[in-house]
């Protein structure tokens, strides 16, 4: 009995080295998993700051909103908006491309992604210099800098992911098939989560 | 299972949207009314979101 379980044992070792083989029986593949369960995560962090903004704004109650002398500049961010969604649509358009096998679309759409979420960055940072209050100034202006802030990071985040997957995408690294373009898919679904995250922040922040 | 990038882009859609509308109603009422839309908003789109989850997941 024990050499039959020794001997079977040592089949089994010819066959297979290494880790065990993963359990297929999930019907989503573990890198999106793992982004999905990652983007639950950040939306219960967001939803922390979101319900420190509405408590000093609704349960403190300040006789105005934004204190005055502060305003917020809503033009501005409003455009920095539109700029964020609209790397949103070439992010997509880079993976539909990438699905039709269109290489030099991949790359465009990426390249122009990246540049997109750079340019919120830079005028983000720049409405910070302009802004006139700093995050010491009242809670407002903490939890302004912190909400904010909080995106602004997840930007960066996605900017790192973005240009990773550039390069890889300018290296021939992808193809059509599903499997083949996770390295790109993963970080545009992150990306779609830091665009609603801020359309939601826009409006709350600067618009209510 | 389908839930990739192409169905979270819709959200972004999605979600576009209804924030246009409530930036719309805020400028022509008052704050108060887009928050009031916005909630009813969110709990409309939370219960979508659920039974889309699991018509996904199938």
Known sequence: MESATVAVGHGHAD????????????????????????????VMLFGAFFASYFFLRVVVDPPSWPPHPYELPVAVAGMNTAILVSSSFTVHY????????????????LVATWLLGATFLFIQINEYVHIGFS?????????????????GAHVFVGLMLLTFATIRAFRGHFGPAAKDHLGVEVPGIYWHFVDIMWIIVYVTVYIL | MKLNEAAVFKWVVIVGVAAAL??????LTRPLVGSMLGLVLVIAGGVYAYRWMRQRWR
């Open chain 1, 94 to 109: 880079a993976l539909e491309s990438i699905r039709r096998g269109n290489h030099r679309g991949l790359k465009l759409g």
């Open chain 1, 135 to 151: 995050a010491r100034d009242l809670g407002f202006g903490s939890i302004f800098y912190s909400l904010t802030g909080l995106h």
């Open chain 1, 15 to 42: 066959h297979h080295h290494g880790p065990p083989e993963a359990n297929d029986s999930s019907r989503i593949d573990r890198q999106t998993l793992g982004i999905l369960l990652f983007i639950v995560s950040e």
């Open chain 2, 22 to 27: 409530i930036i719309v109603v805020t400028l």
